[in-house]
T-cell receptor, first 112, second 113 residues
């Protein structure tokens, strides 16, 4: 079993849709949770960073962490074609600086 | 404010050769991490450098080695290249705190033939 599981998609939605991206993880020692966006031929770009259960909102993006279920989600409201990219969840175990464990990534396409 | 910069952007090498990839961290950052990303996969942690020392290492063979310079820039060296080393190599920088978020460069695309 992988430490972090993420549905690779691809996921295709119409412009304006609400998108839900999800990851599960196996180790309860994981402490910090991140979502990265990666455009084609680019490096990952940090979108959201949180360490507690609950929701964190930033514009059209909401990150949700449920530590009891070992489940994290990213919601994108009013999706735009410019949101078309691969979304990577990443988890940092406690006191393992830099050793991010990534999911496989979900490829998202938002159609005009 | 310059972000993380990596060079070269693309590289083609032959099996058995050696390669050196370079990274300059984001201004103000002192820690550099290296990741390998195979096509269609998430990045895999190689190692992290802080204060010119290797602080953490992932499950990569000794053919992968690195260095950090006093100006915080870093190099990744891979010896005896294998076809399976073909990937996107990403450099990420952060502040010294172990839970500081990572900021990535655009990577070096290495192709081994």
């Amino acid at each position: 079993q992988k430490e972090v599981e993420q549905d690779p998609g691809p996921l295709s939605v119409p412009e304006g849709a609400i998108v839900s991206l999800n990851c599960t993880y196996s180790n309860s020692a994981f402490q910090y949770f991140m979502w990265y966006r990666q455009y084609s031929r680019k490096g990952p770009e940090l979108l959201m960073y949180t360490y507690s259960s609950g929701n964190k909102e930033d514009g059209r993006f909401t990150a949700q962490v449920d530590k009891s279920s070992k489940y994290i989600s990213l919601f994108i409201r009013d999706s735009q074609p410019s949101d078309s990219a691969t979304y990577l969840c990443a988890i940092l175990p406690y006191n393992q600086g830099g050793k991010l464990i990534f999911g496989q990534g979900t490829e998202l396409s938002v159609k005009p | 404010d310059a972000g993380v910069t990596q060079s070269p952007t693309h590289l083609i090498k032959t099996r058995g050769q050696q390669v050196t990839l370079r990274c300059s961290p984001k201004s103000g950052h002192d820690t550099v991490s290296w990741y390998q990303q195979a096509l269609g996969q998430g990045p895999q942690f190689i190692f992290q450098y802080y204060e010119e020392e290797e602080r953490q290492r992932g499950n990569f063979p000794d053919r992968f080695s690195g260095h950090q310079f006093p100006n915080y820039s870093s190099e990744l060296n891979v010896n005896a290249l294998l076809l399976g080393d073909s990937a996107l190599y990403l450099c990420a920088s952060s502040l010294g705190s172990v839970d500081s978020p990572l900021h990535f460069g655009n990577g070096t695309r290495l192709t081994v033939t």
